[in-house]
């Protein structure tokens, strides 16, 4: 209990910190981005002295200083949401549906309707700023009969509120288009200020971009729907609509350049003020963090590094404790020294080892995921039997003599025929800490688009189909898959085939569905049939071509800080390893090393694998996910030179099996 809460403590101190000093500099900074505001809405050409004048008494006015203090609220509600919504693993849906059920699952349905509440008192602030016909929702407009003011609606004040609205739709729903939590770590460390320095441009211009196609919809939807909601709003505060004005939802009524001017410069402060408290938001969470490699106190243990490294619960801290090892691993020899040393008393290197095994442990992961996708993928989406899910591993020559088969993951043979167990597709990749990412690469049978063979090998057999009941013919009987079989288990494994005695007995050939199950089977295949052929269910359902590439190595930053730790230590270790901790473990790593790279190998031979992403657009959004593919295969192939070129023709000596021995000579021989 008390290791909770200290663990509880720590999280708070390092993620929720960070979170508040990111709030409390955007809130620094709303004065100054106000008084552009005031400046530009302001501006007059012909008179500057009076300009100037006029905008700074604007800014000591009353209003002024309210409307901050309204903003100060919208900042501290978006900081809040930004803590809430932000996530290391972006969410890649690989087909539309799946990105149409994102934007309208009940979390992002309130997190809309909360933004279009926050623009819209943005929006109010910007209005009572502006001034002028802008300032009140009430006008007085014309006399009555009896001879006295009318108050009217003020249709200016209404467009800007509507406006509002839809600028903070429109920013909640490209938050999910385009990944707008998602939290990247930049792989070179800058100081806060010249990160958000450097920043700074890109957010101002994409302000500026999305505000003028914010306003460009918005003037075109309130065009054909304006009269909706000033007739519900003037009907429900029983103001009159003053006809001697023209109407904004006309074109004459729309094309009035002060208006669009005061649409755009209050749509930029807006998007400015959101990026803004985005973007300190990611310099601060992502600010690297040392975390000591050992402790001499027993309260301080969970915050070590080989403690952090084994986090479940928070993401980001497993992030943070990550990259702090591929920092020490290449710029501080002294705590490289603690991570070879060895615990006194008893001269274990536990530091080392757990370490290494977490390491390992998120590289044989990502190798089964690789794999697992390989075999759907080459067996068009076959459904593999759950039996067979403890193929999916086979230990390499080396890592038996390392630590023990408790210590080190056992290293994936993906020349083997693995068998993919059902829990790869449904479950995380980082040990379960994040949602399911390979869910897209699992056949859907429900699918109007599934071929037969896939409900044939799932059990889902179409009456009409020459495979449903008993086949009695060996020609029918050949064309059937084999994939999967037990002869070809048997024979992998340098078993026997089992006797027909153990065989499960066939079901009787005379038993046959109700007539009423066949006729919904009919029906229902007649429906998918219906709904395959038309143009927008195909549109709707047809996966994204390079989706599921990119939601395989969605989480792949934490193998590729594994990967720079472990092969920085390994080189630094030649030289510094006293106790030749690292040596030992050596066999293991390469095994490791070697299978990944196969597996990323392969995997780029698939199609739409080795595709550059499309350049989008100015955009605040994170893209980086979409090239972590390539990254990783980087990375993977300089961690093995890096190995390769310090030990040189040492490597000979170590225990590894011939094919990895001669993936690593042409490594050696610089011909990768």
């Known amino acids: 209990m008390f290791s909770l809460k200290q663990n ?32 530009l809405s302001r501006f007059c050409l012909f008179h500057p002295i009076q300009w100037i004048v006029e905008c700074v008494s604007l800014l000591t006015a009353p209003s002024t200083i309210f409307s901050l203090v309204v903003l100060c609220g919208v900042v501290l509600a978006t900081g809040f949401f930004n803590l809430e919504f932000y996530t290391l693993v972006p969410s890649i849906p690989c087909s539309r549906v799946a990105l149409l059920g994102t934007v309208l699952h009940p979390r992002q349905c309130v997190h809309s309707l909360v933004y279009c509440i926050m623009g819209m008192l943005m929006m109010w602030c910007a209005s009572v700023i502006i001034g002028g016909r802008y300032s009140t929702i009430g006008s007085h407009c014309k006399l009555s009969e009896s001879g006295e003011l009318i108050t009217c609606l003020n249709e200016y004040h209404l467009f800007l509120l509507l406006a509002g609205a839809f600028i903070g739709y429109s920013h909640s729903f490209l938050g999910v288009v385009q990944n707008m939590y998602y939290v990247s770590f930049q792989p070179i460390q800058q100081y806060n200020y010249l990160r958000f320095k450097g920043s700074l441009t890109m957010v101002v211009k994409c302000s500026v971009i999305q505000a003028l196609y914010s306003a460009r919809n918005f003037t075109v939807l309130y065009f054909f729907f304006g009269y909706l909601p000033k007739t519900w709003i003037s009907s429900a505060l029983n103001l009159q609509i003053d006809s001697s004005l023209q109407p904004l939802d006309s074109l004459t009524g729309l094309l009035d350049f002060s208006l669009l001017y005061h649409l755009s410069i209050s749509g930029t402060f807006l998007y400015l003020t959101w990026y803004i408290t985005i973007l300190l938001f990611r310099i601060y969470v992502t600010e690297a963090y040392s975390f000591p490699v050992q402790s001499l106190f027993t309260e301080d243990a969970e915050q070590c590094l080989p403690k952090v490294l084994s986090e479940k619960n928070t993401l980001v801290m497993k992030f943070l404790a990550l990259q702090d090892l591929a920092l020490l691993s290449q710029h501080s020899p002294s705590r490289r020294q ?47 039997s759950q039996s067979a899910s403890s193929d999916t591993k086979s230990g390499s020559s080396g890592s038996s003599v390392i630590l023990g088969a408790e210590d080190l993951p056992e290293t994936p043979r993906p020349n083997m025929p693995l068998r993919t167990p059902g829990s790869v597709f449904l479950k995380s990749s980082v040990g379960g800490m994040h949602g399911p990412l390979t869910a897209p690469f699992t056949p859907d049978l429900d699918s109007p688009f599934s071929s037969p063979a896939i409900r044939r090998l799932a059990g889902q057999q179409d009456p009409q189909s020459p495979w449903f009941g008993s086949v009695q013919s060996p020609h029918v009987m050949r064309r059937g898959p084999k994939l999967w079989s037990a002869s070809t288990e048997s024979q992998t494994n340098g078993s026997p085939p089992p006797s027909p005695a153990t065989l499960p007995s066939p079901p009787p050939a005379n038993l046959k569905p109700s007539f009423l199950t066949q006729w919904l089977q009919n029906r229902r295949e007649q429906v998918k049939s219906f709904l395959a052929k038309r143009v927008l269910i195909v549109y709707l359902f047809n996966k994204l071509p390079e989706a599921s590439s990119q939601a395989l190595f969605a989480d792949s930053q934490a193998q590729i800080w594994a990967l720079q730790g472990l092969s920085h230590l390994v080189a630094a270790s030649f030289s510094e390893d006293q106790f030749g901790v690292v040596q030992t473990t050596l066999p293991s790593i390469l095994s490791f090393l070697v299978v990944l790279l196969e597996a990323v190998d392969k995997h780029f031979k698939l199609p739409h694998a080795s595709s550059k992403p499309v350049r989008t657009a100015c955009s605040v959004g994170d893209s980086t996910f979409k090239t972590l593919r390539f990254a990783l295969r980087a990375a993977l192939k300089t961690a093995i030179y890096r190995i390769t070129t310090t030990f040189g023709e040492h490597l000979n000596a170590v225990k590894i099996s011939t094919e990895h021995r001669k993936r690593l000579q042409q490594f050696l021989e610089f011909k990768e």
Not at 22 to 33: G, Q
Not at 343 to 352: E, I, L, T, Y
């Open 8 to 39: 509880c403590w720590f999280i708070r101190k390092v993620v929720i910190w960070r979170a508040v000093a990111s709030i409390a500099w955007t809130v620094i900074l709303l004065p100054l981005t106000t008084a552009l505001f005031v400046f």
């Open 338 to 384: 603690e991570v070879f040393s060895l615990s006194q008393p008893g001269g274990h290197p536990h530091n080392w080892n757990a370490i290494s095994k977490e390491c390992l442990s998120l590289l044989s992961e990502l190798t089964q995921r690789l794999v697992a996708h390989q075999d759907a993928v080459a067996s068009n989406g076959r459904i593999k």
